[in-house]
């Protein structure tokens, strides 16, 4: 059984928004597993939806370039939230960027060993990190690839904390991608439509829904309906092309994009840092057993 300790209880309160207590007995109640938590207060109607990935710790950017019917992003990991605001840094980013679409490479492995202005990008990293004097590291990268008649979107938020590269069909106009890769980067869909959802995902949201209705008291007999309706909304809210566009509320990602004659093929979205996790340091507890001795 896992320790339920104040940091583990601080988590669950902020994934799901509960009270202390009840965060607590609900870690308590399944043994110190944060997801399962999660889980039984979602079914307690306590909790909204929380995502695993939403513990975020690594710092650094992200950066897509695109060029022609090949596009890339990126992301490049520091140790804080300085370097990102290093020029040295960023204009690596923006590089490791172009030469990834450039040279579409399979994996990390031949990805390393891509030749950038200053040798490898591996050995580009070691220099960052020399001069820079923290660790500098290449996480992760995507390469996309369009046919004529679609565009690519590109949109970096907050500097490059957040990047996204959407691909529309039916229209070369970038403009419209980049709209729906804004509308991804402040959403945070996670498929382009339902029938994207793995099955098993679906099941797990019906149980808990199931939880839900039941534990609200509703008749047996009309669970069932009340489920289906609460599935659907689910599924809108995780879908991009149901969900209201952040510009035009009244109509939906999928409408917006056919007011131009074109559909969304896919997208890709890289926040920084998602699913690392980092040791987080209380100077306040530091403090005070320093004061104790």
């Given at each position: 059984?896992?320790?339920?300790?104040?940091?583990?209880?601080?988590?669950?309160?902020?994934?799901?928004?509960?009270?202390?207590?009840?965060?607590?007995?609900?870690?308590?109640?399944?043994?110190?597993?944060?997801?399962?938590?999660?889980?039984?207060?979602?079914?307690?109607?306590?909790?909204?939806?929380?995502?695993?990935?939403?513990?975020?710790?690594?710092?650094?950017?992200?950066?897509?370039?695109?060029?022609?019917?090949?596009?890339?992003?990126?992301?490049?990991n520091s140790e804080t939230d300085f370097v990102s605001k290093n020029e040295m840094f960023q204009e690596l980013?923006?590089?490791?960027?172009?030469?990834?679409?450039?040279?579409?490479?399979?994996?990390?492995?031949?990805?390393?060993?891509?030749?950038?202005?200053?040798?490898?990008?591996?050995?580009?990293?070691?220099?960052?990190?020399?001069?820079?004097?923290?660790?500098?590291?290449?996480?992760?990268?995507?390469?996309?690839?369009?046919?004529?008649?679609?565009?690519?979107?590109?949109?970096?938020?907050?500097?490059?904390?957040?990047?996204?590269?959407?691909?529309?069909?039916?229209?070369?106009?970038?403009?419209?991608?980049?709209?729906?890769?804004?509308?991804?980067?402040?959403?945070?869909?996670?498929?382009?439509?339902?029938?994207?959802?793995?099955?098993?995902?679906?099941?797990?949201?019906?149980?808990?829904?199931?939880?839900?209705?039941?534990?609200?008291?509703?008749?047996?007999?009309?669970?069932?309906?009340?489920?289906?309706?609460?599935?659907?909304?689910?599924?809108?809210?995780?879908?991009?092309?149901?969900?209201?566009?952040?510009?035009?509320?009244?109509?939906?990602?999928?409408?917006?994009?056919?007011?131009?004659?074109?559909?969304?093929?896919?997208?890709?979205?890289?926040?920084?840092?998602?699913?690392?996790?980092?040791?987080?340091?209380?100077?306040?507890?530091?403090?005070?057993?320093?004061?104790?001795?």
């Open positions: 059984m896992a320790e339920v300790t104040a940091k583990l209880v601080k988590e669950l309160r902020d994934m799901t928004g509960v009270g202390m207590m009840d965060a607590k007995k609900a870690l308590v109640e399944v043994e110190g597993d944060i997801d399962k938590a999660v889980d039984l207060l979602r079914e307690k109607g306590m909790a909204k939806a929380a995502k695993k990935n939403d513990r975020i710790a690594a710092e650094g950017l992200t950066s897509v370039y695109a060029n022609g019917n090949v596009a890339a992003i990126v992301e490049v980013v923006k590089e490791i960027a172009q030469v990834v679409a450039e040279n579409k490479p399979a994996d990390m492995e031949a990805a390393m060993k891509l030749e950038t202005s200053k040798g490898t990008i591996e050995a580009a990293l070691i220099e960052a990190t020399t001069v820079i004097g923290e660790k500098i590291s290449f996480r992760r990268f995507e390469v996309v690839e369009k046919n004529d008649n679609s565009a690519f979107g590109a949109y970096l938020h907050m500097g490059g904390r957040i990047g996204v590269l959407t691909v529309i069909e039916g229209t070369t106009d970038e403009e419209v991608a980049k709209d729906v890769a804004m509308h991804v980067a402040a959403i945070n869909p996670r498929y382009v439509n339902d029938t994207q959802i793995p099955e098993a995902e679906l099941e797990h949201e019906k149980t808990i829904l199931t939880e839900q209705a039941l534990n609200e008291g509703k008749p047996a007999n009309i669970v069932e309906k009340m489920v289906e309706g609460r599935l659907k909304k689910f599924k809108a809210e995780i879908s991009l092309v149901d969900q209201p566009f952040v510009k035009d509320p009244d109509m939906t990602v999928a409408q917006y994009v056919a007011t131009k004659n074109a559909t969304v093929n896919m997208f890709v979205r890289f926040e920084v840092g998602e699913g690392i996790e980092k040791r987080e340091d209380n100077f306040v507890e530091e403090v005070m057993s320093q004061v104790k001795k």
